[in-house]
């Protein structure tokens, strides 16, 4: 079963999407619920897609950052810079949140 909302392959038995996180209507037959292990697993899984997602992000970021730290002017380079180095030790972290799953 697909999601109502993105399209992404629904975790069997979940009426929760792990891509955005939609609720869809539940069937009229009531799936088994899930063990504790399956709950498990679909949190890490979703928790890995949104680590990643946000560290590609921020790699984006750190990218469109150093390149706005290059203009000439004075006050954009500092805050361009700035930014850059908080975004890229938020992918920092966000990697070593990915190691740790």
């Not at 697909?2 to 992404?8: D, E, P, R």
């Not at 996180?21 to 979703?46: I, N």
């Not at 992000?57 to 706005?68: D, F, G, H, Y």
Request: proline letters at 5%; a positive charge; charged letters at 25%.
């Amino acid at each position: 079963m697909n999601c109502q909302q993105c399209g992404k392959e629904l975790l069997q038995g979940s009426p929760t999407c792990a891509g955005c996180g939609f609720r869809s209507a539940p069937s009229s037959a009531a799936p088994a619920p899930a063990s504790l292990e399956q709950l498990l697993s679909e949190a890490k899984h979703a928790a890995r897609d949104l680590a990643s997602s946000t560290a590609q992000l921020s790699k984006r970021l750190v990218s469109k950052a150093q390149s706005a730290a290059k203009d000439p002017s004075g006050s954009a380079k500092k805050v361009a810079h700035r930014a850059a180095k908080e975004l890229e030790a938020a992918a920092r972290e966000i990697n070593r949140i990915l190691e740790d799953l």
